[in-house]
């Protein structure tokens, strides 16, 4: 009896771990539509990870930074050569003038978090 109930355990953790890891989240392609303003959380990485922006539109990036990670402290959007500090807990603003390139990738200072940039 003991064996089934680690059993059974055991391919509970291992299910959890699998959704953790590999599971869709919330913010990935494929969630939600495209909008001109966005708020994103930066705490262990950007949330949402991708933002859908309109192609002849400016859009709006507000980032406020949770995580005390020094990695964090830099958003890099390369396409846009634009780089910026983020201080703890105040947001950020960032508006891209239009055209927008297809797909712009975001990462932080030290290119460890990235994020997306993609134009319907």
Do not use: Q
């Amino acid at each position: 009896m003991d064996k089934i109930i680690v059993t059974i355990v055991g391919i509970g953790v291992i299910s959890a771990i699998y959704w953790f890891f590999f599971g869709k989240k919330s913010g990935e392609a494929g969630s939600g539509s495209a909008r001109e303003d966005w708020d994103i959380t930066v705490d262990g990485g950007y949330k949402p990870a991708v933002m859908k922006i309109f192609k002849d539109k400016p859009a709006t990036l507000t980032f406020t930074r949770k995580d005390p990670n020094p990695c964090l402290e830099e958003i890099v959007l390369p396409d846009y050569k634009i780089k910026k500090f983020l201080p703890m807990n105040e947001p950020v603003t960032i508006t891209l003038p239009p055209p927008h390139p297809g797909k712009s990738g975001i990462h932080c200072g030290m290119n460890m978090f990235h994020g997306r940039i993609e134009v319907v």
